[in-house]
């Protein structure tokens, strides 16, 4: 029974350790303290790979510009931009493997 509880006791502080931690999050918030009508960025990594580069410059970088500007150097925001190159590059594949599963594909 002393182990029971043990148990029972470690899952409690758990419980509340984790609404004391969950309390500290702050939601973005406006001057006013309204929450921002933004909507969040697509920077998932799924989702950045499946976008053209003028894409995410357009709809990331630039509509958040402010705000990476309050964070980010000039120098970190080009290397965002190389970054996202570089995994374009990676991941998308060339024309010689592509054609034959489009054509799989297309019949």
């Given at each position: 029974m002393d182990a029971h509880k043990t148990v029972i006791t470690q899952i409690a502080m758990y419980a509340m350790m984790l609404i004391v931690d969950l309390n500290?999050?702050?939601?973005?918030?406006?001057?006013?303290?309204?929450?921002?009508?933004?909507?969040?960025?697509?920077?998932?990594?799924?989702v950045l790979v499946k976008l053209h580069h003028g894409a995410v410059v357009r709809k990331v970088l630039d509509?958040?510009?402010?705000?990476?500007?309050?964070?980010w150097s000039p120098q970190n925001i080009d290397k965002i931009e190389a970054d996202h190159c570089a995994v374009?590059?990676?991941y998308t594949p060339t024309m010689s493997y592509a054609l034959p599963l489009i054509a799989m594909v297309s019949s």
């Open positions: 500290g999050v702050k939601a973005e918030r406006d001057n006013a303290n309204e929450g921002l009508d933004l909507d969040m960025p697509l920077v998932l990594p799924g509509s958040y510009c402010e705000h990476l500007a309050k964070f374009l590059k990676a």
